[in-house]
């Protein structure tokens, strides 16, 4: 039981994403702080090719779909079509890939831009300036970071929503779709489907993102 006395509670919660429900005017939802520079050299010690001077040094796009979807595992021409988009960017893409690169389709031809790493810290990345630098300001996602491709998991959306980051959600199961909806209702993130990726969607898409990247800053 809480005392009458008590002015505030605080719950560690994810409120931001879930639709409308009752709360107590005293209850105030928690989510993550910065990290320590101890955490950021443990974190380049730990992953040291995702070049991190590289990352300070230009805009990137990172692209995750997740622990369980396997690079190695997409068809061919899905693969090939995103590969073929990421290339038009003028930005380093780093795609978490969960697969060795030896295991990419043969006569798969890697852009120059795109960086395959088995493995990216999502939350991390999201917040190395915090991480190299530590600041006492509320957290927003890498300067550098334009936007985040993503699938939509749970885990995913809500590192997302800790840094504010523009969102192009592509739902694979489940309840991605739901969650993903969630964040283009909150008017930070667009969503397609693989279908419209087969069939040539995805260029427009991303375009739609670098052309508004001023309304996703808001």
Not at 11 to 18: C, I
Not at 167 to 195: E, H, T, W
Request: proline share 7%; glycine share 6%.
């Amino acid at each position: 039981m809480c005392s009458e006395h008590v002015k505030s509670k605080y719950n560690k919660t994810d409120m931001p994403r879930m639709v409308v429900r009752p709360k107590q005017d005293s209850l105030n939802a928690v989510r993550g702080a910065a990290e320590s520079r101890q955490r950021f050299d443990r974190l380049v010690a730990e992953f040291p090719e995702l070049n991190f001077e590289r990352l300070e040094r230009a805009p990137f796009v990172l692209v995750s779909f997740g622990s369980v979807a396997q690079l190695e595992n997409m068809p061919k021409p899905l693969l090939s079509e995103f590969l073929r988009r990421f290339a038009e960017l003028p930005y380093t893409v780093l795609w978490q890939s969960n697969s060795p690169a030896v295991k990419i389709p043969m006569n798969v031809r890697i852009p120059r831009n795109v960086v395959l790493v088995r493995w990216a810290p999502i939350k991390n990345l999201l917040g190395l300036p915090y991480l190299s630098k530590p600041s006492n300001s509320q957290l927003s996602a890498h300067r550098n970071l334009r936007f985040v491709v993503c699938h939509g998991g749970v885990n995913t959306v809500n590192e997302l929503l800790l840094f504010g980051v523009p969102v192009l959600g592509v739902p694979l199961q489940g309840d991605q779709s739901s969650n993903l909806q969630r964040l283009v209702d909150f008017g930070g993130a667009l969503m397609i489907n693989m279908k419209s990726i087969a069939t040539g969607g995805l260029r427009a898409k991303l375009r739609e993102l670098e052309g508004n990247y001023d309304r996703w800053e808001e």
